[in-house]
């Protein structure tokens, strides 16, 4: 399919807006989503909303089709579901949907453990702008490789 035709079938899914897909943005800081939600949407994409790990489940199974999440962007340290929690349910019920983690309590250990188990990118609060619209870009590139 040419980018063209991407373009075109994926704004005619939305009520012809021309976006670059749909993010499910998850962190327990309302500061923190506004910020990543206002970057992401001004780059051309559709951002969903969830406050933790279990608002995040409900929301991704809400939807008329949950395959039409493009990308997770999860937060690690939440209240009810936390991040690691949601991020394994995501893994194994959705694993053509890409994740990126954003924390404010970055660990080596931890990163090393997410990269190893497929994460894309893992991301410490607060995000440059830069790095975190080249990290979703990334994110994007990996699931359009694997639906070849």
Do not use: C, W
Request: charged share 25%; no cysteine.
């Amino acid at each position: 399919m040419s980018q063209t035709m991407k373009k075109t079938s994926t704004a005619a899914m939305f009520g012809g807006q021309n976006t670059k897909g749909r993010i499910l943005v998850v962190d327990d800081e309302p500061d923190v989503r506004k910020v990543v939600k206002m970057t992401l949407e001004k780059a051309g994409y559709q951002i969903i909303e969830a406050g933790d790990g279990e608002q995040a489940i409900q929301e991704i199974k809400s939807g008329e089709n949950p395959l039409m999440l493009d990308v997770i962007i999860s937060d690690i340290r939440m209240p009810k579901v936390n991040g690691v929690e949601a991020i394994q349910f995501f893994q194994k019920e959705f694993p053509h949907v890409s994740l990126i983690v954003l924390t404010g309590f970055p660990s080596v250990q931890m990163a090393t453990s997410f990269m190893q188990n497929g994460v894309i990118d893992y991301l410490v609060k607060p995000v440059e702008k830069e790095k975190l619209l080249a990290a979703v870009s990334k994110a994007m590139e990996q699931r359009e490789i694997s639906h070849l």
